[in-house]
T-cell receptor, first 114, second 115 residues
Framework: GAGVSQSPSNKVTEKGKDVELRCDPISGHTALYWYRQSLGQGLEFLIYFQGNSAPDKSGLPSDRFSAERTGGSVSTLTIQRTQQEDSAVYLCASSLKLAVYEQYFGPGTRLTVT | AQSVTQLDSQVPVFEEAPVELRCNYS??????LFWYVQYPNQGLQLLLKYLSGSTLVESINGFEAEFNKSQTSFHLRKPSVHISDTAEYFC?????????????FGKGTKLTVNP
């Protein structure tokens, strides 16, 4: 079946612009996660959703970052007034439910802020 | 707070040699442990996991990892590697009672298998 998909695969933006990154989880998966992979920091947790609510937003680096999930499916990660340090690969994952279920990762969106 | 340390950022080995990728975690509570693999130009895939029960867990492609609570380790081993095992390997931990579902990852170990 179809895996987790993310769009765009690559995004180049100018410093100060806003960007939206999209994640389509595996159909039927209730939990959705966002991570960031960067050279200096490795893989960092950003936020996760159970259904449409986000019980843990502790990983969002600043108030320029926000995320939403609608209809228990698609999620959008928005970065406002992008900075060069936001350049990274943004990974989305989904799992059938929370707790012991495996997280399936998408291919990521590579964001470059110039 | 939990943390994961992967001491080796890069591990070069020759084909058919054994390999061990080290992972240590810090946590004051029980944890779930995972190894993920990222092949070149591909997404992260779960390799194996420890949730409870037998401390030795195996993957379908010959890797195994052993949970050692006293040493807070979850090292990944393979007795004989192939060229196709070249990838980046990430160890991760989750606190099942922590109220959060986030995975905390190590910084990764790049395994390069040379002919």
């Amino acid at each position: 079946g179809a895996g987790v998909s993310q769009s765009p695969s690559n995004k180049v933006t100018e410093k100060g612009k806003d960007v939206e990154l999209r994640c389509d989880p595996i159909s039927g998966h209730t939990a959705l996660y966002w991570y960031r992979q960067s050279l200096g920091q490795g893989l960092e947790f950003l936020i996760y959703f159970q259904g449409n609510s986000a019980p843990d937003k502790s990983g969002l680096p600043s108030d320029r970052f926000s995320a939403e999930r609608t209809g228990g499916s698609v999620s959008t990660l928005t970065i406002q007034r992008t900075q060069q340090e936001d350049s990274a690969v943004y990974l989305c994952a989904s799992s059938l439910k929370l707790a012991v279920y495996e997280q399936y990762f998408g291919p990521g969106t590579r964001l470059t802020v110039t | 707070a939990q943390s994961v340390t992967q001491l080796d950022s890069q591990v070069p080995v020759f084909e058919e040699a054994p390999v061990e990728l080290r992972c240590n975690y810090s946590s004051s509570v029980s944890v779930y442990l995972f190894w993920y693999v990222q092949y070149p130009n591909q997404g992260l895939q779960l390799l194996l996991k420890y949730l409870s029960g037998s401390t030795l867990v195996e993957s379908i492609n010959g890797f195994e990892a052993e949970f050692n609570k006293s040493q807070t380790s979850f090292h990944l081993r393979k007795p004989s590697v192939h060229i196709s095992d070249t990838a980046e390997y990430f160890c991760a931990v989750k606190n099942p009672q922590g109220g959060s579902e986030k995975l905390v990852f190590g910084k990764g170990t790049k395994l390069t298998v040379n002919p």
